[in-house]
């Protein structure tokens, strides 16, 4: 049988796999919006860790990182640091927004923030903020699923065959089965590609040196290009900066969405240690078939193609079918993510406040899965075309999720913010953050995300000293009440708290 | 009550302490620490170049330091 035969199997294989998990995790009585959206609130630690994980690496972690590794080398360390620091939100961010959305039934970041800026006018902001940066992100992994399908195929699946299979899958399995269809599958799809990508490594490894010792492989990169083992001295602004300019991604909505999933926050705080492992060690063999790729494929062409052509020239057809699976799989358990959290902003903080305010839970639910077949349906379309406004919005997308930092730390940490520093702030951190992506680019080595930031702060902080405090009322919901819970876990560790700590949230 | 008074400063010295270790172990795979391991190829350790290694077991130190952080200071 043709190898892509083989691979294409595998994959159909997959595909039906992860439907039968949405019909598997639907609501089997009548669905509620927090069931659809967050999933009930009963996210045990296993699915949480993997959903997380997975969501967190797209077809990035497959084919851009090796690609990178391959031309750069060791250079790649700089998005570990991100891998590391990153997920310390899902506590210091996650944690408070946990009890607040399960106090005050929470769903989305708009829900939290326009409640306790008292605002609809930042809900809407936010809103249309994160729905621009998020549309054509999921666009770009459909994309990324059509050009495995291609590949796999060497062409005989076309392109736009690929990405209308990925848009009828997805959306089968998230109208099925919500947020935990999209959990279940996500679990699914971590598993695989951590584990296929282990076997894939070692396999190549075995293949090009002739034995599963590493320091074969080493010695001859050493010898014949060293220069892939270190790092420039003039790369280190850029390396000591990147994991700033990634710092979006556990709070961008797909992420932040997450922290309200979850059936108690014990299952953040390990989660936020606890998944750089995974992040980190699933570049282990991602770096060994690199740089195998360095010294038997060198001058490749399009060096985002360094693991399937090296997958396709030493493992076996079964196991490349396997791996470019996973590679589907790692493109769709992000791409879900971004689908379903999507409509949820749709629904929860534009149809129900603005729209159509009387709705009931299944006419809401209703829109929201209509949203979701006609949201991906646009980025189908999108995907079919090469637009450079398209690919930019995607190059700033995590930096433009992250302006809603400060706004955030307003509501959880200090009361100092108000709403109108919280709107001035994101205006502002958006618009610096195009001017330093398009029209200054990245000025002093700096990215645009943390451009954007700075400025924002600023503005923030600047506008909030001349504006209304939110009402105490409000602080005391929030404020209040997370101070509540911290002096309650003090008690019954300690049977006392002192004032000077009780606030912190350490 | 008093012992009670006593733990929490000790909590609050414990996160000062902790914080401070944590930025230790970022600093290391930052500039000046990380970029003098980022132009060592040699010696060779568990086979691998000494750039490689330092920075697997930096940022497994830095995880580590996290855990170790969640376990003993952190609510929940």
Not at chain 1, 272 to 279: E, F, G
């Amino acid at each position: 049988m043709a190898p892509w035969i083989i691979s294409l199997i595998i994959i159909s294989i997959y595909c039906i796999a992860v439907i039968l998990i949405g019909i598997a995790s639907r609501d089997k009585g009548v669905s509620t919006l927090e069931n659809y959206y967050v999933g009930g609130r009963s996210i045990g630690p296993f699915v949480s860790y993997f959903t997380y994980v997975a969501t967190f690496h797209s077809s990035f972690a497959f084919l851009g990182a090796a690609g990178q590794i391959y031309t750069n080398g060791i250079n790649f360390f700089a998005v570990f640091t991100s891998c590391v620091v990153s997920p310390l939100m899902i506590y210091f961010i996650g944690r408070p927004v946990w009890y607040l959305g399960k106090k005050y039934n929470f769903m989305t970041q708009a829900d939290l923030l326009s409640s306790y800026y008292e605002s609809n006018v930042l809900r809407m902001i936010i809103s249309v903020v994160s729905l621009i940066f998020l549309v054509p992100y999921l666009q770009s992994q459909i994309m990324g699923g059509g050009i495995i399908f291609e590949t796999v195929t060497g062409g005989r699946v076309p392109y736009w065959a690929g990405t209308l299979i990925i848009y009828i899958v997805m959306i089968s399995y998230i109208l099925l089965g919500g947020f935990k269809a999209v959990a279940w599958t996500d679990t699914m799809q971590g598993l695989m590609m951590i584990f296929l990508v282990w076997i894939g490594g070692g396999v190549v490894l075995g293949k090009v040196t002739g034995t599963l010792d590493w320091s074969v492989l080493m010695n001859r990169v050493a010898q014949e290009v060293p220069e892939k083992l270190i790092i420039p001295v003039e790369y280190w602004p850029t390396y000591m900066t990147t994991f700033m300019s990634l710092f979006g991604i556990s709070i961008y909505p797909p992420s932040f969405i997450r922290f309200y999933s979850v059936k108690n926050p014990k299952t953040l705080k390990w989660l936020a240690v606890t998944s750089p492992i995974y992040l980190i060690f699933f570049y282990v063999p991602i770096f060994l078939i690199a740089f195998s790729g360095i010294l038997v494929m060198p001058g490749l062409e399009r060096a985002d193609m360094v693991l399937p052509a090296m997958l396709s020239s030493y493992a076996p057809p079964v196991l490349t079918g396997l791996i470019m699976a996973g590679a589907l799989a790692a493109t769709m358990s992000t791409a879900d993510s971004q689908l379903h959290v999507t409509s949820s902003i749709f629904t929860i903080d534009i149809y129900k406040p603005f729209i159509n305010k009387d709705a009931t839970e299944e006419r809401a639910l209703f829109v929201g899965k209509i949203a979701i077949v006609v949201v991906s349906a646009i980025a189908l379309l999108m995907s079919q075309f090469t637009n450079a406004l398209l690919v930019a919005i995607v190059a700033v997308a995590l930096g433009g999720c992250l302006q809603i930092l400060p706004s955030l730390l307003g509501a959880l940490y200090w009361k100092g913010i108000t709403k109108e520093g919280a709107i001035t702030g994101i205006i502002v951190g958006v618009v610096v953050l195009c001017i330093t992506q398009f029209v200054i680019a990245s000025p002093l080595g700096l990215h645009s995300g943390v451009w954007g930031l700075i400025f924002n702060v600023l503005s923030c902080i600047i506008v909030s000293r001349f504006t209304e405090a939110p009402s105490n009322e409000k602080v005391e919901m929030f404020h209040g009440y997370i101070r509540e819970i911290n002096e309650e876990q003090d008690r019954a560790k300690y049977g006392s708290v002192l004032p000077q700590t009780a606030g912190t949230n350490l | 009550m008093q012992e009670q008074k006593k733990e929490l400063v000790s909590r609050k010295k414990r996160s000062i302490v902790f914080t401070i270790i944590w930025l230790v172990g970022f600093s290391l795979v930052n500039y000046p620490i990380g970029a003098w391991a980022g132009q060592k190829i040699y010696p060779f350790v568990l086979g691998m170049p000494f750039s490689l290694f330092y920075f697997w077991s930096a940022y497994s130190l830095l995880i580590a330091i996290g855990i170790i952080m969640a376990w003993k200071l952190w609510r929940d």
